[in-house]
């Protein structure tokens, strides 16, 4: 776990100038990670972040910006040739225009993007020369390209909200690395994605149903690999 902060206000009220006394400079950002090996086949790994920026310097507007991030994994062995992970991601920026002037136009303006992303990444070590890289990912885009609204009850500024934005992109890929001597080595891969608009009420349903059956098929790969290797010895 860790942080960190700037002392900018502080030594912006030190200063002999009016207007910059009056102004704001200031950060923040936090960071923990957690690392934790269940058994000899099973890891698990996460990861969060945030960050929050301000700052106004002989200005009326206060300009704020943020970010937030998280992951999480699971690496999973099936037996000496195979082993996968899981990977959950959850980022999100904010930004934000705050004006306070002397007239009756102050507001608020803000916009979001907001991305989760779910990918399956599976590797099959066929033997010392050939190995096989293979899996699917999803991410979800959740928008909100922007709205404006009267700040105090004397504005006058009228209040936009432009509709959100939400889409979803989806692909499966292979790769097969194949040595072929000592000083040649073939790479070769397919990708195939689509992309898709969402509207309001199917977006939840839809991620919702992506991460369970990603999830799924990362489990029924697991015993499916693990009784195989059951029956072999």
């Known amino acids: ?106 507001f608020d303006l803000n916009y979001v993007v907001n991305e989760t992303q779910i990918n399956l990444n599976l590797l099959a070590d066929l033997n010392p020369k050939h190995k096989l890289e293979y899996g699917l990912t999803n991410k979800l885009y959740n928008n909100e390209p922007g709205s404006i609204k009267p700040t105090g009850n004397e504005s006058i500024v009228e209040p936009i909200t432009i509709a959100a934005e939400r889409a979803l992109e989806s692909a499966v890929y292979l790769g097969d690395n194949f040595k072929i001597s000592e000083k040649l080595l073939i790479d070769i891969g397919g990708r195939y994605s689509f992309y898709a608009f969402l509207g309001d009420h199917s977006q939840k349903i839809l991620l919702f149903t992506i991460i369970f059956l990603t999830i799924l098929l990362f489990v029924v790969i697991t015993c499916g690999l693990n009784i195989s290797q059951r029956k072999t010895i």
């Open 1 to 106: 776990i860790g942080g960190r902060a700037t002392y900018s206000d502080w030594l912006l009220e030190t200063l002999d100038e009016p207007s910059l006394q009056n102004s704001e400079a200031s950060f923040y950002d936090l960071i923990f990670k957690y690392d934790h090996k269940i058994n000899k086949k099973n890891a698990i790994h996460a990861t969060g972040y945030y960050s929050d920026d301000a700052f106004s310097i002989t200005s009326d507007s206060i300009y704020s910006y943020s970010n937030r991030l998280f992951t999480l994994k699971w690496d999973h062995i099936f037996n000496e040739k195979n082993q996968g992970n899981l990977l959950i991601t959850n980022s999100e920026y904010q930004f934000n225009i705050g004006y306070d002037g002397v007239s009756n136009t102050d």
